[in-house]
């Protein structure tokens, strides 16, 4: 058999390694972009497939000879017909030449890998530590004028568990669906129509249901409800599918389709949200690297692709629509902040002395206010107290991040201490939502059993994590928290209803260690109580004295005095 030659095999080599390649590139997706690592990964896979695919081919040069040496030893020795090997043995200074041409490929992976990792060392805060903080803007608020209280109806108490259990269940119920699409993970949180919604995408159930169904698309999507626990699957109608997913194959599916359009964007995982008529859109967001060749991740924009059409546009940071919600990924921001917590005095001292360094605490939440989503994360510093020194809260759709300085037990402290109100139930406290109540910071978390099911919510106080108000309401865990407030002696303000009468009746109870007066009054079936923690002078109350009560209406019929006065 005739043996290739140089030329050839170097020809041959490149169109298999092309072959290779186009199939890399097509599965990976990395982006054409100097700032992105997988770009400098893939071009290290191709050469090591050149040099393979090179070297193989020229084992076909190659002859294996059998001889007998003087020893009558069997000696086995290759030789080629290859004319670039001539005379190479005998020619100390080709056979060096041939050696560092034969492994090129190799010096050139190795220089391609060099670059990543120098890269990655030169673009570390130890060299830029004054820019990493510069990644984000962190005004200082103001809780109790930011942080508006918020009606019930606008809770999202809700968690992603908890909603896909609803999903998972609601999807089963529809037997014309149930055989051919599943449910995505995703569950996304946004802002619909002022209410506080998850939203997730419909997937195909394997290859031979795709097969049968993409020339329709994904039928629809599903929606929960995050106050009310509606869910609903939300159908496309006819010839209206969504046919660009993460469950399409080849190029509909939404990862390759903006790779091809967008081929030197680094992109964001997209997620999928609905604008305000409930049509469905993939927002993309694109990454940028700030700082050096790859450090400093931020977002440019988004590219916004229409699930139905594939539709796609690219906005600026000015340009996007207010109903997007998802452009700035939560584990961005929060490594954004902790930057901008621990490089605020150098690098060094990020390490060595730690003053003033401060980080997120293990975990974060969202909640919907002014048609915005905000992720909020407590702010802790770098000692391990179990404490928070503030919080955080930043604009998902625009980065615009306020800190709040409200020292105060950190989130796992105040779920712990929720469960311990309730430990006879063995309920589990969900990560809580910071609100405010009444103008107190206040944690606010669902408490759900065994079955993942919520049975009771609960309050806790930031401040005095010890102060908690549970109820299977959430009237009525407002009603025992304010109540528990009042034993506590932290003053609630809110509206009030003002009363007088004559004391008919005193009846007192300790609780947690404070002192409770239950007061009736002539003519009135209902008692009104008041801790001694509040108002010391109550416990001079006797029966027989005209005062005026001013009070809170709760649930259970008893009235929680906020403050009094003795009548003459």
């Not at 998802?326 to 929060?334: D, F």
Request: glycine share 8%.
């Amino acid at each position: 058999m005739k043996k290739m030659g140089k030329n050839t095999r170097i020809i041959v080599s490149l169109i298999l390694t092309a072959v290779v390649g186009i199939l890399d590139f097509y599965f990976t997706l990395p982006a054409l972009n100097i700032h992105s690592t997988d770009l400098y990964f893939f071009l290290i896979t191709i050469v090591i497939v050149y040099f393979a695919i090179y070297t193989l081919l020229g084992m076909s040069n190659m002859n294996v000879k059998r001889t007998v040496d003087e020893n009558g030893r069997i000696v086995f020795t290759t030789e080629t017909d290859d004319d670039e090997y001539t005379n190479v043995e005998q020619d100390p200074y080709l056979a060096k030449k041939k050696k560092n041409e034969q492994r090129l490929p190799l010096y050139i992976a190795g220089a391609l890998f060099a670059i990543v990792v120098l890269g990655t060392l030169i673009s570390s805060p130890i060299f830029y530590a004054d820019s990493y903080t510069k990644l984000i803007d962190i005004e200082t608020g103001d809780f109790e004028e930011d942080i508006y209280e918020i009606s019930f109806d606008q809770i999202p108490w809700l968690d992603r568990a908890s909603a896909q259990r609803l999903g998972d269940r609601k999807m089963g119920e529809l037997a014309d669906m149930v055989s051919q699409f599943e449910v995505a993970t995703d569950y996304t949180q946004i802002n619909y129509k002022g209410r506080p919604v998850r939203v997730t995408p419909l997937l195909y159930g394997d290859f031979f249901k795709w097969f049968n169904n993409f020339g329709e698309g994904l039928p629809g999507y599903i929606t929960v409800d995050m106050v009310t626990q509606e869910t609903q699957v939300v159908r496309m109608g006819e010839g209206n599918g969504i046919k660009y997913s993460q469950s399409e194959l080849f190029f509909r599916n939404i990862d390759r389709y903006i790779r091809f359009n967008y081929p030197t964007y680094i992109f964001e995982r997209p997620v999928m949200e609905i604008d305000e008529s409930g049509h469905p859109y993939w927002i993309c967001p694109q990454v940028v690297k700030r700082i050096s060749l790859f450090g400093g991740a931020d977002i440019e924009g988004i590219v916004m692709v229409d699930a139905v059409t594939g539709e796609h546009a690219y906005y600026a940071p000015e340009e996007i629509p207010e109903w997007v919600d998802n452009v700035y990924r939560a584990e961005l921001l929060i490594q954004q902040y902790d930057y901008y917590g621990a490089y605020g005095s150098g690098f060094l001292n990020s390490i060595f002395g730690q003053r003033g360094v401060t980080m997120t605490t293990d975990g974060y939440n969202y909640l919907a206010m002014n048609d915005d989503v905000y992720m909020y994360t407590g702010i802790t510093s770098v000692g391990d107290d179990e404490s928070n020194v503030g919080f955080v809260w930043i604009n998902q759709r625009t980065k615009d991040s306020k800190y709040y300085q409200i020292a105060g037990a950190h989130e796992y402290s105040a779920m712990k201490s929720a469960e311990g109100a309730l430990q006879h139930l063995n309920y589990v406290a969900t990560f809580p939502l910071l609100l405010n109540i009444h103008g107190e910071p206040t944690y606010f978390m669902a408490m759900k059993d065994y079955s993942n099911l919520v049975k009771q919510y609960a309050m806790v106080n930031v401040q005095q994590y010890t102060t908690v108000g549970t109820g299977t309401t959430l009237k009525q865990c407002e009603d025992d928290y304010i109540s528990m407030l009042n034993s506590s002696g932290i003053s609630v303000p809110s509206e009030e209803t003002k009363l007088i009468g004559t004391v008919e009746d005193i009846r007192i109870a300790v609780i947690d260690g404070n002192s409770h007066y239950y007061l009736k009054l002539s003519g009135d079936s209902v008692y009104y109580v008041m801790s001694a923690g509040l108002d010391p002078r109550v416990v001079l109350i006797n029966v027989g004295d005209r005062v005026e009560l001013s009070y809170l209406d709760t649930e259970t019929g008893i009235k929680i005095v906020q403050s009094f006065e003795w009548m003459t």
